[in-house]
Every structure is written in C-alpha cells, then in structure tokens.
C-alpha cells in the first residue's frame, strides 16, 4: 500500500487548510502525525474505518479529520491556524500486517 499526501503550503494565522492522503488500497485507521524541527512527532488525529475519531489536546475543536473509504482517502480540516501548527504533516495508515506512511506535507502558518 503507498499512500500520497497532498494540501500543505502556506497560510496565515487562523487561516484554513485542508490536508488529504490517498492510499493505494484498504487500509484500517488512518490518521496524521505532525513534526516541527527539534520537537518529538506528534499525533495529531486518527480515524477509525468506522469513521471514530481522536484528536490531540492541541488541535481538539479546530481540527477535523475525515475519511471516504471507497477512495481510501483520509482528510484533515484545519481551521483558526496557528504559528505553533507549523510543521512537517505525515499521513499514516494501519494495515493487515504493518503500517504505512505518506512521504510528509509541510505546512507553515505565518504571517
């Protein structure tokens, strides 16, 4: 399965982005991790193939995640941006035997 990622840039503070990561073929959970440079990855949100989702404190309220899984695409809405949501975005998604990563979207929130 290869999973490809989409719909980073760059965008000003409390400004929306709408991030999307394909997969190649039916996959389980799906979700995003963020890193920024010298900080640890974070996960930022899952999706279940039930479609229950799971949020970071951080992004909780101002981010959405979402799945269509007759395209096995997973989607991250993020509104009201921040500086501190500047980071690498990295789609994951879990299958039968192993999980698997997107090649990584930056998104810079800046003014």
């Known amino acids: 399965v290869q999973l490809q990622a989409s719909g980073g840039g760059l965008v000003q503070p409390g400004g929306s982005l709408r991030l999307s990561c394909a997969a190649s073929?039916?996959?389980?959970?799906m979700g995003w991790y963020r890193q920024d440079a010298g900080k640890q990855r974070e996960l930022v949100a899952v999706v279940t193939s039930g479609g229950t989702p799971t949020y970071a404190d951080s992004v909780a309220g101002r981010f959405t995640i979402s799945r269509d899984n007759a395209k096995n695409t997973v989607y991250l809405l993020m509104n009201s941006l921040k500086p501190e949501d500047t980071a690498v975005y990295y789609c994951?998604?879990?299958?039968?035997?192993?999980?698997?990563w997107g090649q990584g979207t930056l998104v810079t929130v800046s003014s």
């Open positions: 073929g039916s996959v389980f959970s």
């Open positions: 994951y998604a879990v299958g039968f035997l192993q999980t698997y």
